[in-house]
């Protein structure tokens, strides 16, 4: 499970439009509040900024940020997403009480120069560069998961514990993307047998081509009527999205 404080980017995010019609995919449109300057930026006028959030499950979470400048000059801000894993099982998820659960795990290095040696806290690297962090957590049967989290478009340019930090300068008229995937892992090895694709749009890609191939095997009914029409669109995305739910658990492994 992933969460990510949007709180802590530069400024807050106002939401202007947003569609999950897709079932595993999410689109959001936000543009930016007033945000007041200070000695080294320029203050940035509100809905002058357009920020498109992509999400698609597909083996992993892709996720992207399209950054847009409508304003006439330069701007420069910075932004963070911060990431934590609770890693809570679908029965806690739906309200029940688990007496017992696992251990969260953190990476570590040991400071040098020390009479003894001093475990801190690693800031969440794997590579040391920057592109990957990891949220790990062992479950009462001793298995270890990880949520390995890669920067695939830009890498950030500082990384404070879980949190990944960009300074954007955008010029007028210009955009940018960041964007990550994360793949959940099971005793290091990747939890789902389906492969994961590289990038968002090679995810979003192998969704349709999936789901075209679903549709192709089923029955697709239509009539004159329009509001009947969605209705019955509604009802095949439901029987799509049980579909995948269903291959999904049989297919891969379930773990405490």
Request: glycine residues 6%; negative net charge; contains cysteine.
């Amino acid at each position: 499970m992933l969460y990510k404080d949007f709180s802590s980017l530069w400024f807050q995010f106002h939401n202007r439009s947003s569609t999950a019609q897709r079932g595993f995919a999410l689109s959001v449109l936000c543009a930016n509040p007033y945000i007041v300057g200070d000695n080294n930026r320029a203050s940035i006028r509100a809905e002058t900024i357009s920020i498109q959030r992509d999400l698609v499950l597909q083996g992993g979470l892709f996720e992207e940020l399209t950054l847009t400048n409508y304003n006439t000059q330069l701007v420069e801000f910075e932004l963070s997403l911060s990431f934590e894993a609770d890693f809570a099982d679908l029965f806690e998820i739906l309200g029940k009480v688990r007496q017992q659960t696992g251990t969260k795990l953190r990476p570590v290095r040991l400071l040098e120069k020390t009479s003894e040696p001093i475990p801190v806290f690693n800031d969440g690297l794997i590579n040391g560069e920057g592109e990957e962090l990891t949220l790990a957590y062992q479950g009462v049967d001793q298995l270890l998961m990880e949520s390995r989290i890669h920067f695939y478009q830009r890498r950030p340019d500082q990384v404070k514990g879980y949190t990944a930090i960009w300074q954007v300068t955008l010029q007028p008229d210009a955009t940018q993307t960041l964007g990550y995937r994360l793949q959940p892992f099971l005793d290091n090895h990747l939890a789902f047998l389906v492969s994961i694709p590289a990038t968002l749009h090679q995810a979003v890609a192998k969704e349709t081509m999936e789901k075209q191939q679903w549709r192709d095997g089923v029955t697709c009914i239509r009539t004159d009527n329009q509001a009947f029409n969605q209705i019955i669109e509604r009802a095949e995305q439901d029987t799509y999205r049980e579909h995948v739910i269903r291959w999904r658990m049989k297919n891969n492994p379930v773990v405490d």
